[in-house]
């Protein structure tokens, strides 16, 4: 990632389906798509853009396991090694009734960490200001943006007939 | 894209609304000022729960002798507030995860405010316990920690430390689950306003963009949080129901506590949802987005959990004639027809007999018997509990202990203010955040508007794009040896072997760029992506293209593609390249999602 400023150059479609063609179509002609910013998941969009399948699950697995063994061993280190009390006249060590727990942990752990990482991951906290190329992404509109830095003036011009021909509604420039 | 929706389906968000009427809709409750009903209601639940507040300090001043509890009754109102509330909870949990696993598309309508309802139920629900200990400053003793004193444990062997578990997981999984869904809306209402609104917002929006990879990662993150919240809604209502069953009362000492306790729980939380929306719907002007298919849905729903807890009531009542065990016998009789009698047929009408009326198509879909049943149901759920609890132990093994439980106005007072709290959060939630969840009632428009499905369609349900065809923009000149569709149509020209003429380019185009593939029937738009992305762009393509070739596609993309049959589409694409439309569309009606 660039850490000067970047030159965006980016257009707005009123429609996912044409948002949809219009990435299918920047794909064809091998034009490098910056990102592109919708105001709900449009779905099929993943695969045109290339974007690679999500590992947060992977993640959340193993966090679910951590949570798995730190309560099962814990409770188990507990009542038969640290302070062993009989409890209702059962052994130690019973299993069964460690289940709630170790199952409750389970899910707290996974479901802590899944949403840590992806805040993180994202680069999304309290107090992050993203720049945000147009208020209507999040409304309405459905944003394709190039990055332009030293683009020349026929590279531009290639842009901007990309975003006319594919009925974009409004084509903008912004550095960010 | 739309999915794939049966057009006898009732549409979901009604008004022909378009991406950004429903924006104005849902976020205009947080951007005006409150009206009259809100303020006034506001005010009432302030009231409430400031009685409440004062009856807990009261408590804990006075000690907890200052309930009616007594050597026998040693649960009276508390456990039973907190058992209602904790059930209210269940219902977001199921609207927002388990829904989400069956794909209901109604429940976006309803998932952001029963979320929120499930939360603030969780925060009334775990004020019970906590003033029930007495020493509330103590209550960090639940917790497993370190201490001076061994360290001595916690004894992970009790249900009412599994509670403690349990709760306070659901609670926190919860919270993470209605934020991160609240996380794209209050980037929404952000992008609409100015100066400190804008700061607060982008704040509690954590700098959202709405990049295709975070909605990406989001859809993953909200599925997994579904899975996981899953079995976790149906583990805390079967825990709390341990509190009951793993205890050797009469009564109590039941194996079928678990299931008829989460059926109880789903049903009550229905209820409390039902309650809140249709005041919400007509106060907050959302008829368009919780229409009346999102009621009937609902009542679908109490119809079925409310005959589960009918059946398990019933069946308590054989067991414990079946068992030939005296105390269990007695028990029952007792509930009926002992000192609690009116607690006991107060639950059985509102909680058996109410929930059958919903068999009747009138009954469901009326707005004002919805409402008031809804509220009989939460009365009847309110004396399940209290029959469960108070008349058990008002009558044990001793005769010379059995008593009369009633609360004091202690007890009563704290039970309004939980009313009040739940009202004052529930009040100030309206105004803060989109009671709707905003993204995802844009996610179904397409599939479930009523501009595109239900009897007052506009469109087909799978609107074509129409750039996709449409290329007299002469997009392609831009391309100077820079695109192969440029090339195919230069070799087009050249076979033809003479000048083409103006008119006939587009076709050439049309045929050369991309074909909506999806016209095959069993290709949706998943499937496309996948065959565009192996570079089968059109119905020639997919004409000329083996079932094996495509097969290893689909099998490359999944286990939830490699399913496909993609045996007629080749054929059918070639139906289609040669612009037999209406034999197409006679073999589609015979075909089965594609398949012979």
């Not at chain 1, 509604?169 to 550095?175: C, D, E, G, L, W």
């Not at chain 2, 103590?138 to 001595?152: M, W």
């Not at chain 2, 909605?215 to 899975?227: D, F, K």
Request: with cysteine; aromatic share 16%; net charge neutral.
């Amino acid at each position: 990632m660039v850490t000067d400023s970047k030159e965006v150059f980016y257009g707005l479609y009123d429609d996912e389906e044409d948002l949809l063609v219009a990435v299918q179509r920047a794909k064809n002609a091998h034009l490098d798509i910056m990102d592109v910013y919708t105001p709900f998941p449009v779905h099929g969009l993943d695969p045109i853009l290339g974007l690679s399948e999500s590992r947060l699950h992977i993640a959340g697995f193993v966090y679910g396991a951590t949570g798995t063994l730190t309560a099962f061993l814990f409770m188990t280190w507990v009542f038969t090694r640290d302070w062993p009390i009989i409890f209702g006249g059962k052994p130690y060590w019973s299993v069964p009734a460690f289940i709630p727990i170790t199952f409750e942990l389970t899910v707290l752990f996974a479901a802590i960490g899944m949403v840590v990482s992806f805040y993180t991951v994202c680069g999304l906290a309290p107090g992050v200001e993203n720049p945000i190329l147009d208020d209507r992404i999040t409304d309405d509109k459905f944003c394709i943006a190039f990055q332009t830095n030293g683009f020349s003036s026929s590279e531009m011009n290639n842009l901007k007939g990309f975003f006319k021909s594919t009925g974009a509604s409004k084509v903008s420039t912004k550095v960010i | 894209m739309s999915a794939v929706v049966s057009s006898i389906r009732n549409p979901l968000v009604t008004g022909n609304k378009s991406y950004h009427d429903i924006t104005e809709d849902l976020c205009a409750p947080t951007e005006k000022a409150p009206g009259l009903q809100w303020v006034i209601g506001f005010i009432l639940a302030i009231t409430l729960f400031s009685f409440g507040a004062f009856c807990i300090i009261w408590t804990i001043w006075m000690g907890i002798g200052s309930w009616n509890l007594n050597r026998t009754i040693n649960w009276g109102w508390d456990i039973t507030n907190f058992v209602w509330w904790i059930g209210i909870g269940h219902a977001g949990t199921l609207i927002s995860a388990i829904l989400l696993l069956f794909r209901q598309k109604w429940r976006t309508g309803v998932n952001r405010a029963a979320e929120a309802m499930t939360i603030f139920a969780v925060m009334c629900a775990g004020l019970f316990p906590l003033i029930h200990m007495g020493r509330l400053w103590l209550a960090f003793f639940i917790f497993p920690y370190p201490n001076t004193r061994g360290p001595l444990w916690v004894n992970f062997n009790s249900p009412l430390l599994w509670d403690v578990f349990a709760i306070s997981t659901y609670f926190t999984v919860s919270l993470l689950f209605w934020y991160t869904g609240l996380v794209p809306d209050f980037a929404t209402v952000r992008d609409r306003a100015s100066g400190v609104r804008k700061k607060i917002y982008n704040t509690l929006s954590f700098g959202w963009t709405g990049s295709a990879k975070h909605w990406q990662r989001w859809e993953y993150l909200s599925l997994v949080l579904a899975g996981i919240a899953t079995p976790l809604v149906l583990s805390v209502h079967t825990i709390v129901s341990f509190d009951f069953a793993t205890s050797v009362i009469p009564g109590w000492h039941t194996t079928i506590f678990p299931p008829y306790f989460v059926a109880g729980a789903i049903f009550s939380g229905f209820a409390m949802v039902l309650t809140l929306m249709l005041v919400a719907r007509k106060v907050l002007n959302l008829k368009d987005y919780i229409t009346v298919e999102h009621i009937e849905s609902m009542n679908k729903i109490i119809l079925l959990t409310g005959s589960i807890v009918g059946v398990a009531y019933l069946t308590e009542l054989f067991v414990a004639w079946y068992s030939v065990y005296p105390y269990e016998q007695f028990a029952f009789f007792n509930r009926a027809l002992g000192p609690y009698y009116w607690s006991y047929w107060g639950m059985m009408i509102c909680n058996v007999i109410t929930p059958q009326l919903f068999w009747s198509k009138k009954m469901r879909t009326s707005v004002f018997w919805t409402f008031f049943l809804s509220i009989i149901i939460n009365v009847g759920m309110w004396f399940e509990r209290f029959v469960i609890i108070a008349t058990t132990l008002a009558r044990d093994y001793i005769p010379s202990s059995w008593s009369y439980y009633v609360p004091t106005w202690v007890e009563i007072g704290i039970f309004i203010g939980t009313i009040g709290l739940f009202f004052v959060l529930f009040l100030i939630f309206t105004r803060v955040a989109p009671v709707v969840a905003i993204a995802e009632i844009k996610s179904i428009l397409k599939s479930s508007g009523d501009q595109y499905v239900g009897k007052d369609a506009k469109h087909h349900s799978h609107p074509q794009p129409a750039s996709a065809y449409d290329d007299s923009n002469g997009f392609l000149q831009y391309w100077d040896g820079n695109d192969s569709s440029h090339d195919s149509i230069t070799i087009l020209k050249s076979v033809s072997g003479e000048a083409t003429s103006v008119v006939a380019e587009p076709t050439v185009l049309k045929a050369s760029l991309k074909d909506d593939l999806k016209k095959v029937e069993g290709i949706g738009p998943k499937i496309e992506g996948l065959l565009n992305a192996a570079g089968i762009n059109t119905f020639v393509d997919l004409a000329n293209a083996s079932v094996e070739s495509i097969q290893g596609i689909l099998n490359a993309a999944g286990s939830r593609y490699s399913t496909h049959n993609p045996g007629t589409w080749g054929r059918q694409a070639q139906m289609a390249a040669d612009g037999k439309w209406d034999e197409l569309k006679a073999w589609q009606d015979i075909l089965d999602g594609g398949k012979e």
